[in-house]
């Protein structure tokens, strides 16, 4: 089956500056790559999503890579605010099968 | 449309205690997705819905968990005879199905057995 591997599980930043979290898969039959955030006590939230037949993908300060050949993709957050400090998750989903496999997680602090 | 709708958000019950929770994704959302999160781990699959067929489960998903999906709307999770290690945050997602389109999440139900 899929697995998600994900890096750093904690990074702490001050605000301002950029953040990076990456993650590899190993099914290279996976197809589609979400990018949840999960604050306390709260469901994921989608915040950018990526398809596998895209390189990058750009929502104002938040941008995904995806590398099929190396199969991993990365989560780059610019001009930090205290608001992005939150859990973030990378997941890799084969689309016909349906579920996604998650990785562990990376907690953001964003200090002020 | 408030989004992914899980009941209730929380349970405390005893060892042993049967629990079921309830999920009602969003509406024309023919995907339904059960999943498990524990402190520090991201969400783990348990079991999907295509309207009402229960297409995969989960080998997490042992004998003492049952779910359904009646008339292909909402969705109901039971575990029978609740262990201490059944302790989690139980998340429920529903998506359109459509190749490539996202999974929204609901608030989740947190179970704490004791």
């Known amino acids: 089956g899929e697995n998600v591997e994900q890096h750093p599980s904690t990074l702490s930043v001050q605000e301002g500056d950029s953040a990076v979290i990456k993650c590899t898969y190993s099914d290279s039959a996976s197809n589609y790559f979400p990018w949840y955030k999960q604050e306390l006590g709260k469901g994921p939230q989608l915040i950018i999503d990526?398809?596998?037949?895209?390189g990058e993908k750009k929502d104002q300060r938040i941008a995904v890579t995806l590398n099929k050949t190396a199969k991993h993709f990365s989560l780059h957050i610019t001009e930090t605010q205290p608001e992005d400090s939150a859990v973030y998750f990378c997941?890799?989903?084969?689309?016909?099968?349906?579920?996604?496999?998650f990785g562990d997680g990376t907690t953001l602090t964003v200090k002020p | 449309d408030t989004g992914v709708s899980q009941n209730p958000r929380h349970k405390i019950t005893k060892r042993g205690q049967n629990v079921t929770f309830r999920c009602d994704p969003i509406s024309e959302h023919n995907r339904l997705y059960w999943y498990r999160q524990t402190l520090g781990q991201g969400p783990e699959f348990l079991t999907y819905f295509q309207n009402e067929a229960q297409l995969e489960k989960s080998r997490l998903l042992s004998d003492r968990f049952s779910a359904e999906r009646p008339k292909g709307s909402f969705s109901t999770l039971e575990i029978q005879r609740t262990e201490q290690g059944d302790s989690a945050m139980y998340l429920c997602?529903?998506?359109?199905?459509?190749?490539?389109?996202?999974?929204?999440f609901g608030q989740g139900t947190r179970l704490t057995v004791v």
């Open positions: 997602a529903s998506s359109s199905g459509q190749p490539g389109t996202e999974a929204f």
């Open positions: 997941a890799a989903t084969y689309t016909n099968a349906g579920k996604s496999t």
């Open positions: 990526i398809r596998s037949n895209v």
